[in-house]
T-cell receptor, first 114, second 115 residues
Framework: DVKVTQSSRYLVKRTGEKVFLECVQDMDHENMFWYRQDPGLGLRLIYFSYDVKMKEKGDIPEGYSVSREKKERFSLILESASTNQTSMYLC?????????????FGQGTRLTVV | AQKVTQAQTEISVVEKEDVTLDCVYETRDTTYYLFWYKQPPSGELVFLIRRNSFDEQNEISGRYSWNFQKSTSSFNFTITASQVVDSAVYFCASLEGSGYSTLTFGKGTMLLVSP
């Protein structure tokens, strides 16, 4: 069974902390994505990656960075967490091949910054 | 650039009513894919359906049906005889044909089905 696993379901952090959200996939997918979901705003793309050590900015990259040192792992980093980063974060992966559009999502991480 | 519009923010129905969730998409690509996802209160995204741009055939799966019309750029989702377990946020999404493309989501429609 294919799997995208996010390290935490729930996370509470303090303002100013450095926060790491980890995502691991076991399907050997090239493409990995981080989305943020807020009520009434849908899912918005933060960053994505097509390959190891490659990253591309999505629609809302400000305040975030990412790391992809290994193909199976894509980390989202909040350098200095702020309360407006309280949100649901979803990781996804898919193959790079055109014509194979299925994306697989992790279970989500609900982050609260206090 | 892609765009997906779900004009209905929230819909409330009573059990056994039929309900249609609207989705309008914009894309410049001739090859694209459209999706519907369900997000129950637990937060996980549940994949419901994918349609390809070259296949306008409508689809029915149990109480769920989807109407894809390229002429109106719409991909609407109907639940027949709704149930309380259908209560969730539903997202429509699009993906262009390139391997470099990313999923673009609508803002979601919250469906509340009351007994």
């Amino acid at each position: 069974d294919v799997k995208v696993t996010q390290s935490s379901r729930y996370l509470v952090k303090r303002t100013g902390e450095k926060v790491f959200l980890e995502c691991v996939q076991d399907m050997d997918h090239e493409n990995m994505f981080w989305y943020r979901q807020d009520p009434g705003l849908g899912l918005r793309l933060i960053y994505f990656s097509y390959d190891v050590k490659m990253k591309e900015k999505g629609d809302i990259p400000e305040g975030y960075s990412v790391s992809r040192e290994k193909k199976e792992r894509f980390s989202l980093i909040l350098e200095s967490a702020s309360t407006n980063q309280t949100s649901m974060y979803l990781c996804a992966s898919r193959v790079h091949t055109p014509g194979m559009p299925e994306a697989f999502f992790g279970q989500g991480t609900r982050l609260t910054v206090v | 650039a892609q765009k997906v519009t779900q004009a209905q923010t929230e819909i409330s129905v009573v059990e056994k009513e039929d309900v249609t969730l609207d989705c309008v998409y914009e894309t410049r690509d001739t090859t694209y894919y459209l999706f519907w996802y369900k997000q129950p209160p637990s937060g996980e995204l549940v994949f419901l359906i994918r349609r390809n741009s070259f296949d306008e055939q409508n689809e029915i799966s149990g109480r769920y049906s989807w109407n894809f019309q390229k002429s109106t750029s719409s991909f609407n989702f109907t639940i027949t005889a709704s149930q309380v377990v259908d209560s969730a946020v539903y997202f429509c999404a699009s993906l262009e044909g390139s391997g470099y493309s990313t999923l673009t989501f609508g803002k979601g429609t919250m469906l509340l089905v009351s007994p």
